[in-house]
């Protein structure tokens, strides 16, 4: 089992910033991919971001390529989600995952869920 506690959402401004992170603990270590996935209201969730066990590979929605960075510190048992030029369309409650497929991409909903964090994008 892994558990996932997400921080670092709230209220910004579009064209702001914001960095969410994810510590994980449990069965942690570098055995999973890690990724994040968002819901806003009304809409099911969808994935954003993936990075690999290995840290060499990550995956990113088209909607927030080029936008948004995945990265993972082992040491510290942390995935971080760096958001930069956010528009009120990322508003979301956003989900730490990880995925015992050690190259999760996407395409499904991977085994273990945080309880998310929102993150709100005014105009």
């Known amino acids: 089992q892994v558990q996932l506690v997400e921080s670092g959402g709230g209220l910004v401004q579009a064209g702001g910033s914001l960095r969410l992170s994810c510590a994980a603990s449990?069965?942690?270590?570098?055995?999973?991919?890690m990724g994040w996935f968002r819901q806003a209201p009304g809409k099911e969730r969808e994935f954003v971001a993936s990075i690999t066990w290995s840290g060499a590979n990550t995956y990113y929605a088209h909607s927030v390529k080029g936008r948004f960075t995945i990265s993972r510190d082992d040491a510290k048992n942390t995935v971080y989600l760096r958001m930069n030029s956010l528009n009120p369309e990322d508003t979301a409650v956003y989900y730490c995952?990880?995925?015992?497929?050690?190259?999760?991409?996407?395409?499904?909903?991977?085994?273990?869920w945080g309880q998310g964090t929102q993150v709100t994008v005014s105009s």
């Open positions: 995952v990880a995925a015992r497929d050690k190259d999760y991409s996407g395409g499904y909903y991977p085994d273990y």
């Open positions: 449990g069965r942690t270590g570098s055995s999973y991919a």
